[in-house]
T-cell receptor, first 109, second 113 residues
Framework: TQLLEQSPQFLSIQEGENLTVYCNSS?????LQWYRQEPGEGPVLLVT?????EVKKLKRLTFQFGDARKDSSLHITAAQPGDTGLYLC?????????FGAGTTVTVRA | SAVISQKPSRDICQRGTSLTIQCQVD?????MFWYRQQPGQSLTLIAT?????????ESGFVIDKFPISRPNLTFSTLTVSNMSPEDSSIYLC??????????FGSGTRLTVV
């Protein structure tokens, strides 16, 4: 059973467009993390959010944690081909991570 | 942040055989985690390995199939035993880094033929 639901599953956009990936759960998490994974590599941490309502910005990436700490979103502004990859959200609870199914993002040049 | 070296990076194995995957961390860590990522899917936690005690397995994973060693605070191994094609996956180790969260190795891509 997947505790974290990610949507959409696939996203293909043109360079310069914006995109948003959603991560939702019925469970409350002590922290929520976003990763990007490229083929042949392990996931690389992008950000950790821990406070309900928290918004973090990392250059063109904006991460938001819901007030109830059950959902999160990742927004990319002016996407570039280098943003292509599998985006995974993961909820932390009792030192373990539960992962969403992932969103495959393709940015076309 | 912690740096993880995982090997082998990939292997092709015959069904019925076993493969041991190694994970080396450049700093001492209390817990190490082993994940499986089946083709086109997300990561599923197999077990948590603590030094000096038996690993704790998640539902659906058993020690006979996935024995784990944790001889010290910087090293762990995962063995995939009596392999079948259904075991073809990417296997990843991970550690919790207090400063940056969880760090992952680059994974072992296993193909069972």
């Amino acid at each position: 059973t997947q505790l974290l639901e990610q949507s959409p599953q696939f996203l293909s956009i043109q360079e310069g467009e914006n995109l948003t990936v959603y991560c939702n759960s019925s469970s409350v998490f002590s922290s929520l993390q976003w990763y990007r994974q490229e083929p042949g590599e392990g996931p690389v941490l992008l950000v950790t959010v821990v406070t309900g309502g928290e918004v973090k910005k990392l250059k063109r990436l904006t991460f938001q944690f819901g007030d109830a700490r059950k959902d999160s979103s990742l927004h990319i502004t002016a996407a570039q081909p280098g943003d292509t990859g599998l985006y995974l959200c993961a909820g932390g609870h009792d030192y373990k991570l539960s992962f969403g199914a992932g969103t495959t993002v393709t940015v076309r040049a | 942040s912690a740096v993880i070296s995982q090997k082998p990076s990939r292997d092709i194995c015959q069904r019925g055989t076993s493969l041991t995957i190694q994970c080396q961390v450049d700093s001492q860590v209390t817990m190490m985690f082993w994940y499986r990522q089946q083709p086109g899917q997300s990561l599923t936690l197999i077990a948590t390995a603590n030094q000096g005690s038996e690993a704790t397995y998640e539902s659906g994973f058993v020690i006979d199939k996935f024995p784990i060693s944790r001889p010290n605070l910087t090293f762990s191994t995962l063995t995939v035993s009596n392999m079948s094609p259904e075991d073809s996956s990417i296997y990843l180790c991970s550690v919790e880094d207090r400063t940056v969260g969880y760090t992952f190795g680059s994974g072992t891509r296993l193909t069972v033929v």
